[in-house]
């Protein structure tokens, strides 16, 4: 797991090293493996595996392939998955944007196994300084005893809904999110210490890129902070539960129809967005369809699954072959996308790295705006935060 993870880019010493220490297989005993795409679907076909002390090396590699995430509940087949262990090069990643340093203190939201938490231990040098919360209690009374077990002490597990967050243990200098959610929270803006960062995969499209932000320093107004915030990756989470889960911003809904009119793209986006990419496992082509998705649900909430706006039971998609388009509304939503995709490649492509975001407390933005409020090309209504979103220049 290690070697892959170098391969796949993590170059943090210390995380490795605490990812060396950490047995990721005590923390699950029944899992269902999940593919690596990027939503959990939890449908019928996902195999289930046990963990057990005589574990056989094809079960042992399921838990510790490096890209994969492993499901650890979830009720009936066909429905989405409520909580899994992430892929082991995502929780590096996020460890590593953390920038952790021994003796801060950290809020997790999404304890799930209780690994991430054994690994925020190991990396503070204390596990006092980890505070954890999951809204299944079955979860946390299963992860605070493994803890126990397994030598992480001290970590305080609590059951109970992350967006309150912990005010009883705050203030924290980092707050981690691993699941997906919808909004930042205001709690966690109130119980982030001065200079701290949260990390958070903030739903956008059906994807939950990850976002570190801060409090904006050069703030003068009074009332609520504003933050300011970067994308640092890419990822696909379990939904949040509880008082985010009603807000939906984009319909993420069913697989495409099968009988689609097709019709040729424009050379010039045929070009740049190569659906097959995905297929044949080509990096590049990859990369641009996801940079292209993430513009696309920025610029109209009608973006649903990769490269697709659907409205009712109309949708237009772009895919192997062409813009296929289905149902009445089908045509002027293929013309949406093409016009959305000309002007992301008008753009540059823009990528992660091109966004400089800010989110704005939603009361203020009422109360007459925010110095950005009018100035920021787009901007997404959350729940109790309006984010902004404006592009960097392209380097040069
Ligand atoms: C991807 S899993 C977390 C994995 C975990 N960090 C680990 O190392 O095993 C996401 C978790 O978030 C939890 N969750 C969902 N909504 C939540 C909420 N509102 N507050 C706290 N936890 C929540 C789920 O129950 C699930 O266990």
Partial sequence: MLGELRRLGIEDARVLEAMDQVPRHAFVERFWRVPPSLEPSGGPELQEYRVTDESSDTV???VYDASAAILIRRSDPGVPATSSISAPVIVASMLSELQLEPGQRVLEIGTGSGYNAALLAHLLGDPALVTTVDIDPSL?????ERLRTLGYEGIEVRAGDGALGVPDRAPFDRIIATVGCVDLAPAWVTQLAPGGTMLVPLEHGAMHPRVLMWCDQSETRPGPATLRGRFVGRSGFVRV?????????????????TDPVTTPLPSAVAQVLDPSGLDRGNPVAARAIWNFA???????????????LSDESSRAWIRSGGLATHGSLGPALGRRLLEIAADWIDLGCPGLDRYALRFEPIPSVAEGGGPDSKSSPWSIDRIDYRQHLTLDSPAP
Avoid: K
């Avoid at 946390?140 to 605070?144: C, D, H, L, V």
């Fill in 241 to 257: 539960q509880g008082i985010q889960a009603s807000r939906i911003i984009w319909p993420n809904e069913s697989p495409p129809p």
């Fill in 140 to 144: 946390t009374t299963e992860a605070a």
């Fill in 60 to 62: 042992l590699a399921q």
């Fill in 294 to 308: 993430i513009y696309l649900a920025v610029r109209d909430r009608r973006a649903s699954r990769i490269m697709t």
